[in-house]
């Protein structure tokens, strides 16, 4: 994947006599007049399997900063900026999914502007491929990517004065509930709620009760799920949550009934709907897409990549190809829907409408005429249950792949803020006390309370069939509470040992890192 060595470099001005992105293949000096620097250590994908980009939205936004913050700093304000990267065509390609998200966010540029500008010469990028394991028949390009955040900007799907860095980071996170936002206060994907909170062979699973204070404070309405029945739908139900099951087999394409019932259901929920499957990713991101091209007109390929920047590893092996063959049909329908709430009635529209609504009528969305009445019936109970399936695999990748990112020494964790929240309940509600990253990090301005003897610790508990265990010490970016349940952990100033009280679990976290600035993404 890399060619070291190989042409000689490319350097391309993305600002005049100020910014510049450049492929190089030996790392540069900074002098007095020019400042180099890398994101291709700092800003790193992670990998399902053969899979590389493009980066998540998140770290689009840390991009962003972090070229507005040279960009007015001081000290360079005489210094043609260079962002280089290297000889790997995998960061290559990421580099410039940064560097063209930026001059389409923040320069104004079209993503054919961006496109051509990074296409210099005879430059050329990898596509990027799905969380797949084995060879890919299906690429999104950095053009696509380009588009799709284009219009996600257009349709008000992203908007970074708005955007919660610190809420994305902590809740994309196996043990925070592995939910984001695909359109914000429309659709929330997640992972598939088990009958209780727990971790087993290698991930975390939580129970329905962990996500609904969370949902209940994002007017989350309606809950869809698309895997077999892992937990009783009246554990959402009887908290006032509308609950829908439409059952697919894992890695596969829903049937026309299924993608028209799912539209049916979104169209009319009165709050955001939140989808799950087994991990999340396969099933829940392939309806999502037809919803976003039924009703903002996007391409498949936009729309995947829109899905994949919001939430890495979505939509997978043939469900691309799937959402491809039913484009246009969506189109249509989406045209026809749009032209019906509208209302409009004048002879010329009446005429358009029907003879659109004709044509609709005649087909089914995958373009082939009674094609439900021909398919079997792919779902089945024991395709899931009788062994391990692709959405286990990639959700069992992201939890173990997390917890090796977030382990941190017991010496560190007893250093750590303690904030405690107190419920009987784990839950994911912690956004109360996430605010929208400023100039100063909140982490920052806060004080550490203690008292003169004793310091309240965090130690995370998983429930088990023997009852609560300790599992593992995890650190979290910023203090809020996790999904897992805690113990309370008192340890005195004169003691080294720890001791474990035999008090109510409460919910507590630990802020083991200093929360990242603006200022300091240099």
């Known amino acids: 994947m890399s060619r070291e060595g190989a042409g000689p470099p490319v350097v391309v001005e993305v600002i005049r006599d100020r910014l510049c992105f450049a492929i190089l293949y030996s790392r540069p000096k900074s002098s007095s007049n020019v400042h180099y620097f890398s994101i291709d250590n700092e800003l790193e994908y992670e990998n399902f399997y ?66 051509r500008i990074l296409m210099f010469g005879d430059t050329s990028y990898i ?38 860095l610190d809420e994305y980071e902590h809740y994309e996170k196996a043990e925070n509930g592995d939910l984001n936002w695909i359109i914000p206060d429309r659709f929330l994907a997640f992972c598939g709620p088990h009958s209780r909170t727990r971790l087993e062979s290698g991930y975390h ?25 892992m937990y009783d739908a009246k554990r959402f139900t009887s908290a006032g949550f509308d609950h829908y099951d439409l059952f697919f087999a894992d890695g596969s394409t829903p049937t026309d009934a299924i993608v ?55 939509v997978i092996g043939p469900q691309q190809q799937f959402l491809v063959m039913k484009q246009t049909n969506l189109w249509l329908e989406g045209d026809y829907f749009r032209q019906k709430l509208r209302g409009q009635e004048n002879g010329k529209h009446r005429a358009a409408v029907s003879k659109l609504l004709l044509a609709v009528d005649d087909i089914s969305i995958s373009g082939v005429e009674n094609q439900d009445k021909q398919e079997p019936e792919l779902y089945s109970d024991d395709d899931e249950i009788s062994g391990v399936t692709q959405g286990d695999r990639l959700r069992a990748l992201k939890s173990r792949r997390q917890s090796k990112t977030n382990a941190i020494p017991l010496t560190v964790i007893l250093q750590s803020r303690v904030q405690s929240c107190k419920t009987s309940e784990p839950n994911i509600s912690g956004s109360a006390g996430i605010t929208k990253r400023t100039t100063r990090s909140a982490s920052r301005k806060s004080s550490f309370k203690s008292s003169k003897n004793k310091h309240t610790l965090s130690v995370y508990f998983h429930q088990s069939l023997e009852g609560a265990r300790v599992a593992s010490l995890r650190s979290l970016r910023s203090g809020r509470p996790p999904l897992l349940q805690v113990a309370a952990v008192r340890m005195s100033s004169s003691s080294s040992l720890l001791s474990i009280g035999n008090g109510p679990f409460v919910s507590m976290s630990c802020s083991v890192l200093r929360g990242f600035q603006d200022e300091d993404f240099t």
């Open 50 to 115: 053969a899979d590389f980009g493009p980066l998540n939205l998140a770290m689009v936004y840390r991009y962003c900063c972090k070229i507005n913050k040279k960009l007015k700093s001081i000290t360079m304000i005489r210094k043609k900026i260079i962002h280089f990267t290297g000889s790997d065509e995998r960061k290559q390609a990421n580099a410039a999914f940064l560097v063209g998200c930026y001059m389409v966010i923040y320069l104004g540029r079209t993503p054919e502007e961006a496109y």
């Open 127 to 164: 596509p990027f491929r799905d969380a797949a394991y084995g060879s890919c028949s299906f690429y999104i390009t950095l053009l696509d990517c380009f588009y799709a955040v284009k219009k996600a900007m257009h349709y008000g799907f992203l908007n970074f004065n708005s955007f919660n």
């Open 205 to 229: 699973q939580h129970s329905p009760e962990a996500y609904i204070p969370y949902f209940k404070n994002h007017n989350v309405t309606t809950i869809v799920r698309l895997n077999k029945r």
């Open 260 to 314: 028209k019932e799912f539209l049916d259901i979104c169209e009319n929920a009165e709050g955001a709907v939140a989808v799950h499957c087994k991990a999340g990713l396969g099933r829940t991101g392939t309806l999502i897409a037809c919803y976003i091209m039924k009703h903002y007109r996007m391409t498949a390929a936009e729309t995947i990549a829109w899905v994949r920047i919001c939430r890495p590893g979505s």
